[in-house]
């Protein structure tokens, strides 16, 4: 009762902090609720037997990316409420078509046929030995890649962010 | 316990949903492109929440090795589009999407 | 000597090639050996042939080089057909071809284009070749349509002068006429017999027995192609235009063997002719029209080409009475010794004006016998062989012809014997106004006259000697020789013999051939005393002339007639379509189908606004229906 009672609680908190990162006007308000919207989801990869992975959510993108996130506003200096307002129509158009695909997304599964999970769960899968044991064989060559990419965006992330690009 | 044996996997597929919906009305809706970058981290995070759900219903760690991957891809993504975002800034003194409207005729 | 048959046309070919693409990097005097050294190869192939043929049994060979077109039931082979009249063809158009490449060298010395003059001339010699040599007429029109197009770039040689072009398209206009009749016959000719080869055809042909009205039908529409090609009436008037090219070309194509070319293809059809009565009775009337026409012409025409060409068209108009009448010996036996006549007459009037400089009017001429002496009796021997003087080679050809016409029938002789007296006369005007009486040119003319150099006089005299011995292959027998040349025909009109005897006595003959000689001296004796006694010179254009000379000079308005006719409502027709059709239906879809695309995307695009919040809009929209179509 209590995983349930905690699965829930969980749900509410990501949505709620997910739906004020949409709707505050100060973004660094959104850029803080997006942190909360990942704890809450890093709570749930641990309800999922993914405790390897919540931690290194909680370091990628609570660590990692929401803090670049706010040097950047630091840097452009938007803290304030400068957006211009979006007619309501534009608004309420944008509600319209999000929640059109919410119904087609929950109708379309809600058709769908529901999946056979096997009763005997392996809960050891989401330690980082596994994880580790996949990664690294059966994955290697993607993982090699990954560095490729990562060194690319940061050689692009520098060269952008120079002052002048002739 | 853990949440497999009690929750059904569809709720986890509802709450990817929600969450992949509030993401695209926040693209939608703002009009400040640092919110919409950070609308599209939610959603990848709602799409990362649903592998890492299927991951653990089917006893399968593939699924949680390609949100491994996807985080490197979007630590990626995020360093690049924050450069641009610096650089448009820079350029337009705004980070305001309507401003980039040259993409026309 | 068989064997080589297909290094004939082959040897001008490459001579064309070779000329074609090296022509300008060569020298002059290599390209005038290469030139008339592939046309001298060809030659003596093509004697060895006539004497291989002459001499053998086997009169008739087929030379089978590839399988050319084969669908469904058509199946033409490459091939061609040595027989007796294709060798004496061959003989004509390498003999005459050679002499007059060699002239040529001389002629056209000091041209710019030499080089592409001779790659043009041989590959007229090429084209001209595979229209004699095909063993199925398919190849004969290709050679047909190959020596049109050879014609069409001669006579517009000089392309810079715009007259010369006009007179080129209308050549190539005039013969496309006759070529649908000649295409016509062909396509009658494959649905009737099933095959357009010689050989099948004739044998078919043989069973039909005569009167049938297909191979009348057959038989006009080949007449209809010949007709063009020979400048018979009404599809003459391109040829005294063609005389624009240079004279070689004048003298080769447009009197030695191309015209000539309607005649072989009716000789080489003379069964269907023969089954043809009705047919044959066109064939006739219209020579004899033709012959008649371009004779009264000739008569007050003041260039001496322009004289030549309609005396041209008066011969090809006896040739085609020959054959009408069933003389089909006769009539080859005429284009072979006109071959060397008229090639020399036309050579003989290139160096006229080559001497003369540029200069083609009779009446700036006169007395020149002193200063050409050579061209001076060289073509007074042509003259006297186109009049039919005893023993030159014109008497026994003409004589051949107007004797079976007489069998045939009398008025048609009588006719036959006007055309031949003003002939006589015209041609004898012509010398008479060119080399004899006092000069009548500039002074810097007479300081410039000089005869023409070797290479030009050499072939003139070798064409005199032909003209004057050319006569004596075919002696008719009642003068106690022998017909060489109806002995070596034989095989090829052995199927029409049936109808083409004359019954004439020897009295007779000999009285026919007293009448022509007579009216032949009568001829030239009137041309004397008018033009050489009195010194007559015609007079100017913009002078008075009697009605019925202007009627003459004018060359009856036939090219008038023609422009109003057919020319001015075509060009009327062509324009109104051009306003109508072309600029208002035509481009109108055309451009509308243009403007209703741009107007359509400059409409589209209008969507393009360039908002990302729009197109992130649209996405979802799009995500949202293609979701709902795909699952619901």
């Known amino acids: 009762m209590i995983t349930k009672a905690l699965f829930i609680f969980l749900t509410f908190l990501a949505i709620f902090f997910a739906l004020r990162v949409v709707s505050t006007k100060n973004p660094i308000h959104s850029v803080l609720y997006l942190v909360l919207t990942f704890f809450a989801i890093a709570g749930h990869y641990i309800l999922l037997n993914a405790q390897f992975l919540a931690v290194v959510h909680i370091i990628v993108y609570a660590g990692a990316i929401m803090v670049l996130f706010l040097f950047v506003i630091m840097l452009l200096n938007l803290n304030k409420e400068t957006e211009p307002h979006k007619s309501v129509w534009l608004k309420s158009s944008a509600v319209v078509a999000s929640g059109l695909l919410l119904v087609v997304l929950v109708g379309a599964l809600r058709g769908a046929e529901a999946i056979q999970t096997t009763n005997t769960f392996n809960s050891n899968i989401g330690l980082i030995e596994n994880l580790g044991m996949t990664l690294f064989n059966e994955f290697l060559l993607p993982f090699e890649l990954a560095s490729i990419l990562l060194l690319a965006a940061m050689v692009g992330a520098v060269m952008l962010g120079k002052k002048s690009i002739k | ?105 | 000597m068989i064997k080589l048959v297909w290094l004939v046309p082959l040897l001008p070919l490459m001579g064309f090639i070779i000329i074609g693409l090296f022509g300008k990097k060569l020298s002059k005097g290599l390209v005038g050996t290469i030139g008339s050294g592939v046309i001298f190869g060809a030659l003596a192939i093509a004697v060895g042939i006539f004497f291989e043929l002459k001499n053998g049994v086997q009169k008739e060979y087929t030379i089978e080089l590839f399988n050319w077109i084969s669908a469904g039931k058509l199946s033409i082979p490459f091939s061609f057909l040595i027989d007796p009249l294709s060798s004496l063809f061959l003989l004509i158009i390498t003999g005459v071809g050679f002499l007059i490449h060699v002239y040529s060298v001389g002629y056209m010395s000091h041209d710019e284009g030499f080089s592409r003059f001779f790659a043009y001339l041989n590959l007229f010699i090429f084209f001209m070749l595979l229209l004699v040599m095909g063993s199925n007429y398919l190849i004969m029109f290709v050679g047909w349509e190959g020596v049109g197009l050879c014609s069409y770039l001669l006579i517009g040689f000089w392309f810079k002068n715009t007259a010369y072009n006009n007179a080129a398209k209308k050549a190539f206009i005039m013969n496309r006429v006759g070529d649908l009749g000649f295409l016509l016959g062909i396509i009658l000719i494959f649905v009737t017999f099933g095959s357009i080869g010689y050989h099948d055809v004739f044998e078919q042909a043989k069973n039909m027995g005569s009167g049938n009205t297909t191979i009348t039908i057959i038989a006009l529409l080949l007449f209809v192609g010949a007709m063009g090609k020979s400048a018979q009436l009404p599809l003459y008037t391109w040829l005294p235009d063609a005389m624009a090219g240079p004279t070689p070309v004048s003298a080769l194509i447009h009197a030695a063997t191309m015209v000539t070319a309607g005649i072989y293809m009716i000789a080489r059809s003379n069964i269907l002719y023969t089954l043809s009565p009705e047919a044959m009775n066109v064939v006739a009337i219209i020579g004899i029209c033709t012959a008649l026409f371009a004779a009264t012409i000739g008569l007050a025409q003041n260039d001496i080409k322009k004289v030549l060409a309609y005396s041209t068209v008066s011969q090809l108009g006896y040739m085609f009475l020959a054959l009408g009448v069933g003389a089909y010996t006769g009539a080859v036996f005429h284009v072979m010794t006109h071959a060397f006549f008229k090639a020399l007459l036309f050579l003989g009037a290139g160096s006229v004006i080559h001497a003369m400089g540029g200069e083609q009017d009779i009446r700036k001429m006169g007395g020149l016998k002193k200063y050409i002496s050579k061209t001076h009796i060289t073509f007074l021997i042509g003259t006297l062989a186109i009049a039919g003087c005893f023993p030159f080679s014109g008497f026994f050809s003409k004589d051949e012809i107007l004797a079976n016409v007489f069998a045939h029938n009398k008025l048609l002789w009588f006719f036959g014997i006007l055309g031949a007296a003003m002939t006589t006369f015209y041609m004898f005007r012509l010398y008479f106004l060119t080399f004899h009486g006092k000069f009548r040119g500039t002074h810097e003319q007479e300081h410039h006259l000089h005869e023409s150099p070797p290479s030009m006089t050499i072939p003139l005299i070798v064409l005199a000697v032909l003209s004057i011995v050319g006569g004596l292959v075919g002696i008719p027998a009642v003068l106690h020789g022998t017909h060489y040349l109806e002995e070596f025909l034989s095989p090829v009109f052995e199927a029409s013999s049936f109808r083409l005897v004359h019954h004439l006595s020897h009295q007779t003959e000999y009285i026919l051939m007293g009448v022509a000689t007579v009216v032949m001296i009568a001829a030239i004796y009137y041309a004397y005393t008018i033009y050489s006694k009195k010194n007559t010179i015609p007079v100017d254009e913009d002078e008075e002339l009697k009605p019925l000379h202007k009627l003459v000079y004018n060359k009856y308005w036939v090219d008038e007639i023609y422009e109003t006719l057919i020319t001015k409502p075509l060009n009327l027709l062509s324009e109104a379509f051009h306003k109508v059709i072309d600029n208002q239906l035509v481009d109108g879809i055309v451009n509308g189908v243009g403007s209703a695309v741009s107007w359509m995307s400059g409409t589209i695009r209008l969507a393009q606004t360039g908002n990302i919040g729009f197109y992130i809009f649209v996405m979802v929209i799009s995500i949202v229906l293609i979701l709902f179509t795909q699952l619901f």
Do not use: C, H
């Not at chain 2, 009690?6 to 939608?28: K, M, R």
């Not at chain 2, 993504?77 to 409207?101: C, F, P, Q």
């Open chain 2, 1 to 105: 316990m853990s949440a497999i044996q009690i929750v059904p996997i569809e709720w986890y597929l509802f709450l990817s949903i929600v969450l992949f919906t509030i993401g695209v009305a926040g693209v939608l809706l703002r009009r400040n492109a640092i919110i919409i970058f950070m609308s599209i981290e939610l959603m990848l995070n709602a799409v990362n929440l649903l592998l890492v759900a299927f991951s653990s219903y089917l006893s399968d760690s593939k699924g949680q090795v390609f949100v491994f991957f996807i985080m490197a891809v979007a630590a990626a993504e995020v360093a690049v589009g924050l450069a641009i975002l610096m650089m448009v800034y820079r350029n337009t003194k705004s980070s305001d999407i309507n401003i980039l409207n040259k993409l026309k005729w």
